[in-house]
Structure formats: C-alpha cells, structure tokens
C-alpha cells in the first residue's frame, strides 16, 4: 500500500547538492520514513545511458539520512554520514524514482539506517546501510 501523501511533508532544498541534482525530499514523522524522489533526466545518465551510481548512492545516503534525522523526536537534527554500504541491483533509465529511507536503531550518537531505491513499477534498484553520526552544536559563549 503506497504511502498517504497528506502524512508527508516536503522538505525545501537545503544543500547545493540538493539543488543541483533536483531531487525532491518529503518526510513522514508518523512512520519516521523519508524519501528522495528524482525525475531521471539525460543529464543524470552515464555513457551507458543509465542512471549514475554516484546519484543513486546520493539519494541512498540522503533518504537514510533524513530518516536518522527524524529519529530523535520528529525535529530535524544534524547529521553526519559515517559510513555507507550500497548495492546496486538493476539498471534505472529515464522515469521516477524514489528512495525511502528507514531507522533500524538510533542511539544517542549513532544511528543505523537503510535505504531502498525503486523504479516508478515499483521494482528494486539498489538498497543501502548507513551510519550516521549526530552532531551536536557548539554552546555559544
């Protein structure tokens, strides 16, 4: 069952890499998922025509990373990446695709998250692991 889009909130661009790639970020805090979405255009495309690993590994880390995020509260918390696994399982071509990211464990300095990334079918692309870290603020002297 796809999830209600009335449960998620979009996230405006917050990092050059968000606004250069062009993906779209929504959250639910009911679930504690998050999800990148990317319409796939030629300039994602590597030579062979398919979408770049290195994009599908940016939007793995950042759904896993916005999840982690959410994981303390619901308030959007900083976080760090500190280690990311990937998997790439098929080929994505031009079309709709979303990755969902979910909390397996947060702690109060680490967090572990995965990452799946589907075609607009609904098909499995690539799934990711990650570690990040929280990071806390400087006290203002």
């Not at 916005?66 to 990311?84: H, I, K, Q, W």
Request: hydrophobic share 45%; glycine share 10%; charged share 20%.
């Amino acid at each position: 069952m796809p999830p209600d889009p009335a449960k998620h909130t979009p996230v405006a661009p917050t990092s050059g890499a968000h606004q250069l790639i062009g993906y779209d970020v929504d959250l639910c805090v009911e679930d504690g998922t998050a999800r990148v979405t990317l319409d796939v255009l030629p300039k994602h495309l590597n030579r062979n025509e398919t979408l770049h690993g290195g994009i599908i590994a940016m939007m793995l880390d950042a759904s896993a990373g916005f999840a982690a995020s959410l994981a303390r509260g619901g308030d959007l918390l900083p976080v760090l990446t500190v280690a990311l696994n990937t998997q790439f399982l098929a080929a994505a071509r031009q079309g709709t695709v979303v990755a969902t990211g979910t909390v397996k464990r947060a702690g109060r300095s680490i967090c572990y998250a995965d990452a799946e990334l589907r075609d607009a079918a609904g098909a499995l692309l690539a799934t990711g692991n990650g570690v990040f870290k929280y990071v806390r603020k400087e006290p203002t002297p």
